[in-house]
């Protein structure tokens, strides 16, 4: 006979079976509670799942952003046109150990690049720039930490260093984006915590009445002779349904409407496109997934296992 | 197979619902428990189920010391004593079939067994037509028939029936006492607690005799009047 462990005692597939039915028909009976649990248990899930893609994509910005984190050192103006001096200071620059990279831009590439941004609509304003590069003395190296962390203490070795006139820092927006990042993890954490809470009190109430419906029938189980655990399954099967249907529903809506956004966002919003790098939909549901159905029936199954310990003292 | 030594329940009120009751039922018996109402017939068919611990006294079924009973040996002890009620306490959304499949399933019986039992057991009660019937579409008879055949289909070796006759009119009445008298043949215990005089004067049976939580009388082959009076 094909039998599996459960628990301390061992269950027939036919059981496990017929749990499974009684646990599909108390969803039934109880269609209007069931089906605020669901309801419930949908939003719970879709905010955390909506939460969670707010939380992962500011993440992964953060780290784009941190990851273009640069620090550009000028030099002074007796060397800024003496591309030799520069390099030396920029090989011991790129020597230090907290170092990433050290590019050198030389004061055509600047001007190149400079003029790409703000003659672009009209060229020949710069022409009359042609033979005179007004930022012949903007040569610079642009520095890349190994991590933002290091920046700091870059910098100040970069301002110790003899003919380094100026050091541009861009740590602030990093720091910043790191911050806002933080504060909305932490809301995030508590409203889905109070959701989640909102769930459990819930599926714990459809159970209690499923319960109540069905006294008499536990009555009668009891005395021909059921064991706790055959009683309490099919209501544990019940909030375990509830939490796994309450938990699909909203992750396939938010697959929808993720890439609805992403592609939205594309489309609209090239010039954004640098600076809002969404996390691709299948790299997000590769965890969202997972610990969305996880959580949905994790809070039906010890939402109801909960309820029927207290309840059903058999 | 039963005994009761100087069995005492309390109620937290302070009544005796039995006091110092000692008994003994031999295997194979059909035993009559009479008495009226407070006489504390269904305090000792609760006890014999141990849904009430006594407050003193040893009472033992099918040699197990009831009074040390673990809790989660309850239930299979439970498998060995059927039993039915005055109020059928049958499960109103499913038919015959699945009310006498139900108690096959919760002592986790394979289905192929649940298939072979069942109709086994409503032809033995005189349901075999009736098992796709919903409780409603019954008459008390059968439905108390159908209680019967849920409280034998795991094979008891005690059948323990609280007032059974209570809802049924004489014919369906005596036609269930026939049923238990044919099961009691078969080897099975059978304990009745009534207060149904006619029937118990007509099955001469042992009769046990309750008032007041004592027993007043205790005899073999006998009626009803005599000792509930």
Known sequence: MTSVKLGTYSMRISTIGYCLKQGLKNIWRNKMFSLASIATMSICIFLFGLFFCVVQNFQYMVKEVESGVSVTVFFDEDISQDEAAMKEIGAKIAAREEVEEAQFVSAEETWESYKDIYFAEAPHLAEGFANDNPLAKQAHYVIYPKDVEDQNSLVEYLESVEGIRRVNKSVEVANILTNFNLLVGYVSVAIIILLLCVSVFLISNTVTIGIAVRKEEIAIMK?????NSFVKAPFVVEGLLIGIIGGAIPLGLLYLLYTRLIRYMGGQFDNLAGLMQFLPVDQMFRTLLPVGLALGAGIGFFGSYLTIRKHLRV | ???????????????????????????????????????????????????????????????????????????????????????????????????????????????????????????????????????????????????LARALVNKPNILLADEPTGNLDPKNSKEIMKLLETINERGTTVVVVTHNQEIVDQMKKRVIAMHRGVIISDERKAGYIQHAN
Do not use: C, W
């Open chain 2, 1 to 147: 197979m039963i005994d009761l030594e100087n069995v005492t329940k309390a109620y937290s009120t302070g009544n005796h619902a039995l006091n110092g009751v000692s008994l003994h039922i031999d295997k194979g018996e059909f035993v009559f428990i009479v008495g009226d109402s407070g006489s504390g017939k269904s305090t000792l068919i609760k006890l014999l189920l141990k849904e009430l611990e006594p407050t003193s006294g040893t009472i033992k079924v099918n040699g197990i010391n009831l009074n040390k009973m673990k809790q989660r040996a309850i239930p299979k002890y439970r498998r060995k004593i059927g039993v039915v009620f005055q109020d059928f306490r049958l499960l109103k959304d499913r038919n015959v079939y699945e009310n006498i499949a139900f108690a096959q399933r919760v002592v986790i019986t394979p289905t192929k067994n649940i298939r072979k039992n069942v109709p086994a057991m409503l032809s033995l009660v005189g349901l075999a037509e009736k098992y796709k019937s919903y409780p409603k579409q019954l008459s008390g008879g059968e439905q108390q028939r159908v209680a």
């Open chain 1, 223 to 227: 005395l021909i002779g059921a064991t």
